[in-house]
């Protein structure tokens, strides 16, 4: 149960590790040379599915405290077949990106995940994966886990896709290692590309130019020491929370704002937010900063195109966002949104109404007019976490209770999030 907030939100947060690095280093750690250590690890569900994935497939990893995985990679070569079916949970990337890893081994792999997974398609790297030679079978024919993958010899390709999707990209890029030729993959849009930077730092050749990543093969991996800055999708809440709640200041410390990732601030500053960088600085690639934010009047805004694929997981706290905000926004290129852990434009859509919000779903989008008064309503957040902790958000300018099933589900990216909400209050 959720109830307004009575003052502004004052305090500094430190949002777990990013989620999209957190899995890159296990999985490349695993496939390098040697001894790799890695800092501010995210401890959540999702990326222990990784590190549970890996420790089948013959690696030793050691979770320690605070966030700190040490991982004894076995080279390129040296996976193990798995005594068992792979269980990604309910992790798409753990799914989509070692089925491109399992694809070039000397062995055959079952793969599956929880409920969820196996309603999430898979065909978007089933198809491309086979065009280099794997084999992976849906096993029920309907383009989803589980999936039976085949190790057999892989070829190099050029392959353009027609949603930028940094999951099937990644896929590729990992297959690409393995194949007998330069492997290349265009996107309409940049998606993310931590892949392309981690692949790098532990010594692949890998390239890009415009939407164009290019992997060359035959180089091995290196062990390295990566430290995962903050996930700025876990700072979203924060910067939305303190964006629409009178009297807030919120510091997060050492945030990564990748600039395939960073449309939550830009959108959120073309709503009008106060929001402040400090300590800006680049490492191995990635780079981060400290956010601080201050209340603000916001105002409706047109979100689409290019900007999608840098803020695809932050659209439902966006949403909420507009909720609030005067004006009319409009989200539209975001068909996305429908196949993530929930059809999101239809969840956000049924609750914020639920709520009071004047909203529409559209085929790609949402259309939010702004300025309503919201109230407290019980809520039916399907178990996503992204929808949880935006409604969470959402409930503390809403008048009255609101309730919010599955608040646990907030464990599959940030276990830490009520708390570290509460502590603003």
């Known amino acids: 149960m959720k109830h307004p907030a009575k003052t502004g939100l004052r305090g500094t947060v430190t949002v777990p590790g990013d989620k999209s690095i957190s899995h890159r280093s296990i999985m490349f750690a695993s496939l390098a040379e040697g001894t790799s250590e890695i800092t501010n690890f995210l401890e959540g569900a999702d990326c222990l599915s990784t590190i549970d994935c890996f420790r089948k497939l013959g690696i030793s990893i050691q979770l320690q405290d605070q966030g700190c995985v040490t991982v ?17 949970g309910n992790s798409g990337t753990t799914t989509r990106l070692i089925s491109g890893i399992l694809a070039a081994q000397h062995f055959n792999t079952r793969l599956t995940g929880d ?7 898979m065909g978007r790297i089933i198809d491309p994966l086979s065009q280099m030679g794997a084999r992976i079978t849906s096993e029920r024919g ?3 886990a589980p999936l039976f993958i085949e190790g057999a010899p892989l070829h190099g390709m050029q392959y353009t896709t027609k949603v930028a999707s940094a999951q099937v990209k990644s896929a590729i890029l990992l297959a690409g290692l393995y194949a007998d030729g330069i492997t290349s993959v265009t996107e309409p849009h ?40 903050g996930d700025i999708s876990s700072a979203a809440y924060f910067i939305a929370a303190g964006s629409i709640v009178p009297g807030s200041e919120i510091y997060m410390k050492h945030v990564g704002i990748n600039p395939t990732r ?40 047109e979100i689409g195109g290019a900007i999608i694929p840098t803020l695809i997981d932050e659209l ?3 949403a909420v966002m507009a909720a609030f905000a005067q004006g009319t926004t409009v989200i539209r290129d975001a068909a996305e949104l429908k196949v993530k852990e929930s059809n999101r434009i239809d969840v956000v859509t049924r609750n914020l109404q639920a709520m009071g919000c004047d909203i529409e779903a559209t085929d790609d989008g949402m259309i939010i007019r702004g300025g309503r008064p919201l109230h407290g309503a019980s809520l039916d957040v399907r178990g996503d976490h992204r929808i ?7 409930s503390l300018l809403a008048e009255g209770e609101t309730v919010i ?17 509460n502590s603003l209050l």
Not at 115 to 121: D, E, G, K, L, V
């Open 190 to 229: 940049i998606s993310r590309n931590h892949s392309e930077l981690m692949l790098k730092q532990f010594g692949a050749d890998v390239t890009t130019e415009d939407t164009t990543a290019i992997i060359r093969p035959g180089r091995p991996l290196t062990a390295q020491k990566i430290h995962v800055p």
């Open 388 to 394: 949880a902790m935006s409604f969470a958000v959402a």
């Open 72 to 88: 004894h990679g076995n080279g390129l070569y040296g996976l193990q077949p798995p005594a068992a079916t792979l269980d990604t």
């Open 262 to 301: 960073d449309g939550i601030l830009r959108v959120a500053r073309d709503m009008g937010a106060d929001i402040t960088l400090e300590h800006v600085c680049t490492g191995d690639g990635e780079t981060s900063a400290d956010i601080l934010i201050r209340s603000a009047s916001l105002h409706g805004t």
């Open 115 to 121: 409920a969820s997974i196996q309603t999430r398609p």
């Open 316 to 318: 439902p706290v966006i």
């Open 405 to 421: 099933p599955d608040q646990d589900c907030v464990r599959i990216s940030y276990p830490t999030f009520y708390e570290d909400l």
């Open 142 to 144: 309907n383009g989803c």
